[in-house]
């Protein structure tokens, strides 16, 4: 028996202004009935455009040049996009990558559902219903009949990913193909989805093509990994061995450098640049007024202090108040009740220009390197720009001082006058850090810093953050609702749960000793462990 | 015709940028034709006003009444009116008050309706609310009534008429202004600016303003195509500049009284309006798309 899916020899290219460069390079792998194939990388390494290639739904541009997809023994690479349709959904059903944009806003979720039964040639509309209402179920909804009536706007992340996945099993599908289904969703969540995944599969044996950029991920969902970096196969194995003993140097630095799965232990106690706290936050409350209901209470007594040249990280997931707190601290929210200490200078009591004398002592860097820089600016221009706010250096000193500051976080001199739209994610994120040390601050808060980017370049990052806390002395205020990251860099930390402070300690304390029922979940749902177990 | 005067200087012109571009050859190729011919029209109409000698030498107030509602002609490329002056003469030493009169009435609605916008998208609270609440009583008013009103308290004349033109486009231009720059307050580099020390004007100045104009620029173009058609209106309906002006609108509803006998009187001036409109909007659009 043939496998189920075979890519062999897989060539894709894009053609851009007339020239068509090659993004897939000789792909080749097999999909056993019932397997779990993940399909690994960094952005840019051709993983999704494999995937689209595979189900025919590459972008316009795109063209597979050679090779072959048989599903069965059947080629389909060269069918048309009407003939691809009698298998799309039947045989092979996708697992989109964003829940939030892949569901039509103005149609109810039951008839969402509803549609791939009826395309597929189902005409009674009871038997539709009904068998909404079954698959609603059997991923774990609550209320099936409340949700198919519902709008996706009125539903969860999660919730609206578990919808996605009932319209992919639907018709009972020989293999799903899954675009990092739970990229977008926070750490609690994706590991249910995935778990629904997995039970899934193991009761009707799908075979599951898992494209994902999370090493930890694949090591604890799938049997067989795909390594790919520059449209290329760097590894193929059998997840443990490839795991336990990597044989190309890529997915070696890839295994070094998931926060997740690597082997370092909690870093070591920082030495102190001083004994008194450079950040203190007492009883923070924050209260949104909502018109015309009564106000949202976003953050509820939250207090923490941080020792200078110590790293504290705020965690929780999306919704738990960690950004409100963060903007109090740096002055651009007004909280509601509670204390703000920066170096001894409490800010409330800060009004027009000595707050902004404050912001040279504290910068915040921000989560989106592709939204925080002006399009309109230089690199240059940019980190110069705190200066002239500032400062009344002359030209060649100022000039001076920023090209220090760009070769520090390791930027070539060749990309100083580039605008922000030519440098990559790591690369914006380098200027941004630039930008917000140039003033020489003694607190630096970064609101989900590295979470925008590439296991390998996060790694590199956190390497430069910690590099300029040694050398320079600095007080990090590091958020995330990544834990794995934060055993890496952090401190002390404290777990925020809506709005409430559940946690607070050490990491070790808090890691090893968790108070919390949901500090424990937290770090339960970090992905990767099995295989920690395992090995 | 004008067509065919027009044509023959189009054929010649897009030969003429390549052979001089050189390198530039293989950018301007990947342009859209429609769009080429589109500045070749405006780069026409704007030489008409610059230089209308250069392409008639007829005079185009002084006729000779012997010559009266001639048909075109080689002599006479658009025919000639009433009085014997040559038609395609007062179209180009026309085009020069359609121009400035546009020129005038973008230019207006431009600075006036974008500088409200920016001040009432960046101040916010109760000065927005009553810049804009003014904006929508201006916008409420029929255009052509309003224009016909500010005419009346300013008088007669081609700058008047510009300036009526401008002010009904103010609304237009603050509500797209307020809108981008409402876009781009909210984003995270405008907020890492403020976090970075920038003063409110500073910022302003710096970020705000370049990253919203894109859109206010390619309306400006849309605008100077409407302000001609806007203008025109005024000329035929008597507002504008007072005969024997050769203004575009003018010529129109001169030609008006001989449309049974010299329907070129009426069907040329039209002609070069609406190709000039079609013109600035697909620029417009181009413009539009650049960001």
Avoid at chain 1, 193 to 203: A, K, N, T
Avoid at chain 1, 204 to 222: F, P, W
Avoid at chain 1, 232 to 258: C, H, K, W
């Amino acid at each position: 028996m043939a496998a189920l899916l075979s890519v062999e020899n897989l060539v894709v290219s894009y053609s851009e202004n007339d020239n068509r460069h090659r993004v897939v390079h000789d792909v080749s792998f097999t999909v056993e009935p019932g397997e779990v194939v993940a399909l690994v990388g960094e952005s840019g390494s051709g993983k999704t455009t494999t995937a689209q290639a595979v189900i025919g739904l590459l972008a316009e541009n795109g063209r597979i040049e050679q090779g072959a997809i048989r599903l069965n023994g059947e080629e389909i690479s060269r069918w048309s996009g009407k003939r691809l349709d009698t298998i799309r959904g039947r045989q092979i059903s996708l697992i989109p990558q964003d829940p939030t944009s892949s569901l039509n806003p103005v149609k109810t979720i039951g008839a969402q559902v509803g549609e791939i039964l009826r395309i597929h040639g189902e005409r009674d509309s009871k038997a539709v219903d009904a068998r909404v209402i079954e698959l609603l179920a059997r991923v774990g909804l609550s209320d099936p009949e409340l949700r198919a009536r519902q709008y996706p706007h009125e539903l969860s992340g999660g919730m609206k990913q578990r919808v996605l996945i009932a319209i992919a099993i639907a018709l009972k599908p020989q293999l799903i193909i899954a675009d990092e289904p739970t990229s977008a969703l926070d750490v609690t969540v994706q590991r249910r989805i995935l778990d629904l995944i997995d039970d899934l599969r193991r009761e009707s044996g799908t075979a599951v093509l898992l494209v994902t950029h999370d090493l930890g991920v694949a090591a604890d969902r799938a049997d067989r990994i795909v390594v790919l970096q520059h449209g290329r196969i760097q590894e193929t194995g059998d997840a443990r061995s490839l795991l336990g003993a990597p044989q190309s140097e890529y997915a070696r630095q890839l295994l070094a450098d998931a926060p997740s799965l690597s082997k370092a232990g909690f870093r070591a106690a920082r030495p102190q640049a001083g004994n008194d706290n450079a950040i203190v936050v007492e009883g923070l409350v924050q209260d949104f007024s909502i018109e015309g209901r009564s106000s949202f209470r976003a953050v509820d007594g939250v207090s923490f202090s941080v020792r200078r040249g110590t790293t504290h990280a705020l965690v929780g997931e999306s919704g738990s108040g960690k950004t409100t707190t963060v903007r109090d601290v740096v002055g651009l929210g007004r909280p509601t009740a509670g204390r703000v200490e920066i170096g001894g200078t409490d800010i409330a009591t800060l009004k027009g220009d000595d707050l902004r004398q404050l912001r040279r002592r504290i910068q915040l860097v921000y989560q989106n390197p592709f939204s925080s820089l002006d399009p309109r600016q230089t690199v240059f221009g940019i980190v110069e720009e705190p200066l002239l706010n500032y400062t009344r250096l002359p030209a060649f000193e100022r000039a001076a001082k920023v090209l220090g500051l760009l070769g520090r976080v390791g930027l070539p001199e060749s990309l100083h006058r580039r605008r922000p739209r030519a440098l990559s994610g790591g690369q914006r994120q380098r200027v941004a850090i630039a930008r917000a040390l140039v003033l020489d601050p003694e607190v630096l808060v970064l609101d989900e810093a590295v979470s925008a980017l590439d296991v390998t370049v996060q790694a590199q990052i956190l390497k430069l953050l910690d590099e300029l806390q040694r050398e320079l002395g600095l007080t990090y205020l590091f958020v995330s609702h990544d834990l794995a990251v934060v055993r890496q860099i952090s401190d002390t930390v404290s777990v925020l749960q809506n709005g409430r402070q559940v946690e607070s300690g050490t990491v070790e304390q808090v890691f090893a000793h968790p108070q919390s029922a949901y500090t424990r979940e937290l770090i339960d749902a970090i992905p990767g462990q099995r295989s920690h177990a395992v090995a | 015709m004008s067509s065919i005067s027009s044509t023959d200087i189009l054929a010649e012109k897009p030969v003429a940028a390549f052979a001089a571009a050189g390198p530039l050859l293989a950018r301007l190729r990947r342009l859209q034709p429609g769009l080429v011919l589109s500045w070749v029209i405006v780069a026409i109409v704007v030489l008409w006003a610059v230089a209308p000698q250069l392409f008639s030498t007829y005079n185009p107030v002084q006729g000779v009444p012997t010559e009266k509602l001639q048909a075109p002609s080689l002599l006479h490329l658009l025919g000639t009116d009433a009085l014997g002056r040559d038609l395609f003469a007062r179209i180009v030493h026309g085009a020069v008050h359609s121009l400035t009169g546009a020129f005038v009435a973008v230019t207006v609605g431009l600075i006036v309706g974008t500088s409200l916008g920016l001040v009432a998208a960046s101040v916010g609270g109760i000065v927005e609310d009553a810049i804009m609440r003014l904006i929508d009583v201006l916008l409420s008013i029929p255009g052509l009534l309003l224009m016909l009103s500010i005419i009346i308290l300013l008088g007669f004349g081609t700058v008047n008429a510009a300036i009526a033109v401008g002010i009904t486009s103010i609304a237009a231009f603050a509500r797209l202004s307020r809108s981008e720059v409402v876009r781009v307050r909210r984003s995270d580099y405008v907020e890492a600016a403020f976090g970075s020390g920038g003063t409110f004007l500073a910022v302003l100045w710096r970020h705000v303003l370049p990253n919203s104009l894109t859109s206010v620029l390619a309306f400006a173009a849309l605008q100077f195509g409407s302000a001609i058609l806007q203008i025109s209106t005024l000329g035929f309906l008597g507002y504008g500049a007072p005969p024997p002006t050769p203004e575009w609108g003018l010529l129109i509803a001169e030609g008006r009284n001989y449309i049974s006998t010299a329907w070129w009187l009426t069907t040329a001036p039209g002609i070069v309006v609406v190709i000039t409109v079609l013109a600035a909007n697909r620029i417009s659009r181009s413009l539009g798309k650049v960001r």
